[in-house]
């Protein structure tokens, strides 16, 4: 790709101080350069060369003017026919510019789609930046702001990749990705300015303008610092506005910048001079506009004109001349649909029937002026909403890491209970072990004791055991209870919370609590403290877990096949937990718009393995759902806990969801 796709992009993110249209060029002209350039073409030899020049005619000659599309389907055939991948890529991306640069969008996705899915793209980085970025400046063509920023800053993520720019083989491609980092900032800059945070948007300018400064790119550098002038023009900043946009037209001049790239400089100039008062030199700035615009049939930027003159000839007092030039502006605008233009005209006409005497016009427009002012405000309010919507979802982000910190410090605490435990049983053991010895030594020393007293000894230690036994119960049934506790605390908390996402996020983390509480229950209820009955312990928790999640009024059947297994209790935690985020997420999302369901769980062995089966004749899940980069909790909460029983985990969707967990590590009860 070329420098001038880098200076489309540019154009494309810039807003005008005022806003613009275009006009028609003679059909002569079109055909007279479409015949030159392709018999220039076929005296070259190489294909890499006649893909080059026709893509250069469409972008950066004539900047994708309506006719140039022949240029762009002749270069995307050449790259077809010599079965050049990166370059078919390139000419995809380029239709891509072509239709988001006409404004016809929906065409632009359909080659979006046609480009994204390549393996040359999906294997280049750079590729994959520049697709990303032009669906951001189409979004942002459509006004929205949150989908488009989202966009550029994945282009942006890609291309600042560790070791991504250290890959490149040849200065070319480092160049060449220079560039593009200079365009993601340079939108970015135009959104930044587009929300009103100008201070964001003048370091964005700034960054963007000292990287093409070092690397020599005048024409693009200019349009850069245009674009940073174009914010003293909104704030009303006339001397400085001239002072950087005179920079930024020598600039592009230097740099042999395109038509349009400098009649949207004039256009500024003009502007600048139009709001300091300096009328003769603003009017030779605007016709320059006028005479390019008209010339590379340049719709946004005549319609600019046209309202920016009338502009100057109502400050000239010429009102006939200001209205003919309204009126034209006015009606380019709405061809295009571009409502704060029309706004313009409006006011403009206003003022203009209202000094010759019209005042029916008069009022006319500015009837039609107040109802593109509401539409305007309603543009503002979105921009505002989005804002908002981003400080949300950031909120959102950090609430969900902080849920995760105390979910990681429960489990900790919970391990510490364990080794508290295991440590308190091999201590009484220990103790007993001594004590036996101890006995055993002084029964084959004194053979004649009598057996009432050796009996009364082992009486001793029994009661001992005993009472660890009961001591270890105890420890089990206070863990159960503040478990019990915690989960209380929570159910009581979700009564004052109105949001939705929060109440599912606290009811998910006390069907968590819950599921280790009963694991403890169980624990203090039964003879052997190292193990549960698997078959109890899962009926209870499955029970539990259907009761709370299922309180809709859909008819959902509860199938449970669960063998009689006795487990360790490291083994018995993940496997509670992770049947818990199953069962939770197939009530809730599997039966969705369905009256009826089933819902099975099963627990076997099978030779070596331990088998969980979760499956429901629901509508089913991705089957690469556990392999994909999910930031829920609960996704990866299974994804921690498949890892530590060294599990694999196999998911089925012709059929509703069939989720299979094979678990390789576990320990049954000794």
Request: net charge negative; hydrophobic share 40%; proline share 1%.
């Amino acid at each position: 790709m070329n420098c001038s796709k880098h200076l489309l992009w540019i154009a494309c993110g810039y807003t005008f101080f005022s806003v613009a249209t275009i006009h028609a060029q003679d059909d002569t002209y079109a055909e007279k350069v479409i015949d030159s350039i392709f018999q220039a073409i076929s005296k070259m030899d190489s294909v890499q060369d006649q893909i080059s020049e026709l893509e250069s005619q469409a972008n950066y000659f004539h900047d994708f003017a309506p006719w140039t599309k022949v240029f762009l389907d002749s270069a995307l055939i050449l790259a077809q026919e010599a079965k050049m991948d990166k370059e078919i890529a390139i000419a995809i991306f380029n239709q891509l510019q072509f239709y988001v640069f006409n404004t016809q969008f929906d065409s632009a996705l359909v080659q979006y789609d046609k480009g994204i899915v390549m393996n040359v793209v999906q294997q280049n980085n750079g590729l994959q930046s520049d697709f990303a970025a032009m669906l951001g400046t189409m979004y942002k063509k459509q006004g929205n702001v949150k989908v488009s920023i989202k966009h550029f800053a994945k282009a942006l993520a890609l291309m600042e990749e560790p070791g991504y720019l250290e890959s490149l083989e040849n200065e070319d491609e480092k160049v060449e990705s220079q560039r593009s980092l200079v365009i993601i900032n340079n939108n970015l800059a135009n959104l930044y300015q587009d929300i009103e945070d100008y201070e964001a948007a003048h370091a964005a300018y700034q960054d963007a303008y000292d990287l093409l400064i070092g690397m020599d790119e005048k024409a693009i550098a200019g349009t850069v610092w245009m674009n940073k002038g174009s914010i003293f023009l909104k704030q009303e900043k006339f001397d400085s506005a001239y002072l950087i946009q005179s920079e930024a037209l020598q600039l592009k001049e230097k740099g042999g910048a395109s038509q349009r790239a400098l009649a949207m400089s004039y256009l500024n100039v003009g502007n600048a001079l139009l709001g300091s008062k300096k009328l003769d030199e603003a009017t030779v700035q605007f016709e320059r506009a006028l005479s390019t615009f008209q010339e590379i049939e340049n719709k946004v930027g005549l319609a600019n004109t046209y309202v920016d003159l009338g502009r100057l000839h109502l400050e000239k007092k010429d009102f006939d001349r200001a209205r003919m030039n309204c009126l034209q502006g006015k009606g380019i605008a709405r061809q295009v649909n571009q409502l704060d233009l029309q706004a313009n005209a409006c006011e403009c006409l206003h003022q203009a029937y209202r000094s010759l005497g019209n005042y029916a016009s008069a009022l006319q427009n500015h009837e039609e002026l107040k109802l593109l002012h509401d539409s305007l405000r309603n543009d503002e309010n979105t921009r505002y909403i989005t804002q908002l919507e981003m400080q949300y979802d950031f909120d959102r982000e950090e609430e969900r890491r902080l849920v995760q910190q105390e979910a990681e410090a429960l489990l900790q605490e919970a391990r510490d209970q364990r080794t508290r435990r295991i440590l308190l049983l091999l201590s009484i053991l220990l103790v007993s072990a001594i004590l036996l010895a101890y006995l055993w030594y002084r029964n084959y020393r004194i053979k004649k004791q009598s057996a009432a007293e050796l009996a009364e000894k082992n009486l001793m230690v029994s009661r001992a055991l005993d009472e660890n036994k009961l001591l270890l119960k105890e420890i089990h049934h206070r863990v159960k209870n503040n478990l019990q506790v915690i989960s209380s605390l929570l159910r009581l908390q979700s009564r004052y919370i109105e949001d939705n996402a929060a109440l599912d996020a606290i009811a998910s983390g006390r069907n968590r609590v819950q599921s280790m509480a009963l694991l403890h229950e169980n624990l203090y209820q039964e003879d052997n403290l190292q193990g549960v009955d698997m078959q109890t312990y899962f009926d209870k928790l499955i029970d539990g877990i259907f009761e709370t999640v299922n309180t809709g009024q859909q008819n959902i059947q509860l199938q449970k096949d669960i063998a009689p297994i006795t487990l360790d209790i490291d083994s018995v935690v993940p496997l509670g937990l992770i049947t818990n985020e199953l069962i939770t997420n197939a009530l809730k999302h599997a039966f969705k718009d369905r009256e009826e369901g089933l819902l099975r769980v099963a627990l076997f062995e099978r030779k070596d393995d331990l088998f969980l089966v979760v499956e429901d004749d629901g509508k089913g899940m991705s089957e690469d759902f556990f392999t994909s980069k999910s930031t829920s909790f609960g996704h990866k909460l299974i994804q921690a806990f498949v890892r530590n029983l060294r599990a694999e985990i196999k998911v089925n969707s012709e059929k509703g969801t069939r989720i299979e967990l094979i678990v390789r590590k576990y320990q049954k009860a000794s």
